[in-house]
């Protein structure tokens, strides 16, 4: 059995707008391991989210995939109907959004939301159906389950609520979760525990997560390796560990010299990422950075760059790599 649990390869989708054409995923490829932990960090319009949802055939109907290929455990995603899509989302894919209070449906009690996920994937009673859903209540940190199976959405705090999404997208087992920005909506206690709570599941089950954020905080908090995207490309990807102590594209660069450090004093300013945040309408040509970068050269507007290794898995696109490095 192959390492590799998921296997994107040349991705690239596109939004018809009134404005035209935006390229919102221009080309991307990776891969991640079994029980790795891959984090897509990136501000809003750099593609993390579009990407992600690909995978699960959750774009909206007018997207347009260009061309790509996702493997996910050696079988092809992106040409299955969605018919037979069913059939792998929930069993061996699933997904924590970031409210959830949009995915759970407030007509119904929590009990029956988890049952009625098991019952669509597996062939067991209802009674073992409620067993099991009350088990992993009990796996997230929930207590008093017996009441929760019967309580709705809106009756209980949104640390609770978030923690029920994730038994929900747990219940059947995935092997790839993905999390798009479950952490966001939360105050730092909770977000902690959260954190804390996706690690630990994931590695008791050796279970395979992509992490989108854009909080670098985050995803050093939770990830094994990272993937800067900027205007729909992968800028830079490595170990999380080597990208945030050697971060070498002078766009997660910035990314990390705009937030504040635990060393940070109050008076002291952090520095802005210079320019406007992208807009996909109007991409850029070259390297999509160029007009918000103090290095960019003519070819920059010209040329996207061609992979640079900077160490063992630690990778980034930029011109000036070899250059800057010498200096
Ligand atoms: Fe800056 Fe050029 Fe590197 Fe892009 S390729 S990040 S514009 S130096």
């Known amino acids: 059995m192959s390492d590799v649990l998921l296997n ?34 990136g501000e809003s319009g750099s593609g993390k989210s579009v990407s992600s949802y690909a995978v699960m055939h959750l774009l909206p109907e007018n997207f347009i995939v260009e061309s790509g290929k996702v493997f996910l455990d050696g079988e092809e995603l992106l040409h ?22 949009s995915c ?20 067991i009673s209802k009674k073992e ?47 790839l979760l993905i999390a798009d920005e479950p952490t966001t909506a939360l105050d730092v206690t909770i977000q902690d525990q959260i954190l804390r709570l996706l690690r630990k599941l994931s590695e008791e089950n050796r279970m395979t997560m992509i992490f989108i954020t ?12 990272v993937s800067v995207m900027y205007g729909g490309h992968i800028m830079e990807q490595g170990p999380i560990a080597d990208v945030f102590a050697n971060p070498a594209h002078p766009y997660t660069q910035a990314i990390l010299n705009a937030m504040p450090k635990m060393n940070t004093s109050p008076e002291e300013r952090l520095t802005p990422i210079p320019g406007e945040p992208i807009n996909p309408v109007h991409m850029p040509a070259g390297c999509p950075f160029h007009p918000r970068c103090s290095l960019a050269r003519k070819i920059c507007k010209e040329e996207f760059p061609a992979e640079t290794i900077i160490s063992d898995k630690h990778f980034a696109y930029c011109h000036r790599l070899e250059e800057t490095a010498d200096e």
């Open 80 to 101: 299955k109907s969605n018919a037979e899509m069913q059939a792998y989302r929930g069993k061996k894919i699933s997904m924590i959004f970031q409210d959830p209070l």
């Open 214 to 225: 854009h909080n670098f905080n985050v995803a050093a908090q939770i990830c094994d390796r």
């Open 8 to 41: 994107v390869q040349d991705l690239r989708i596109s939004i018809p707008t009134t404005h035209g054409l935006v390229h919102a995923v221009n080309g991307i490829s990776y891969e991640v391991m079994r029980g790795e932990i891959m984090g897509i960090i």
């Open 104 to 123: 759970l449906d407030p007509v119904y009690t929590i009990g029956y939301q988890l049952t009625e996920t098991i019952l669509a994937h597996e062939n």
């Open 129 to 175: 159906a409620q067993t099991r859903a009350k088990e992993m209540l009990h796996a997230v940190g929930l207590r008093d389950v017996d009441r929760l199976m019967n309580q709705y959405s809106f009756e209980i705090s949104g640390g609770m609520r978030q923690r029920v999404m994730i038994a929900i997208a747990l219940v059947c087992s995935p092997k």
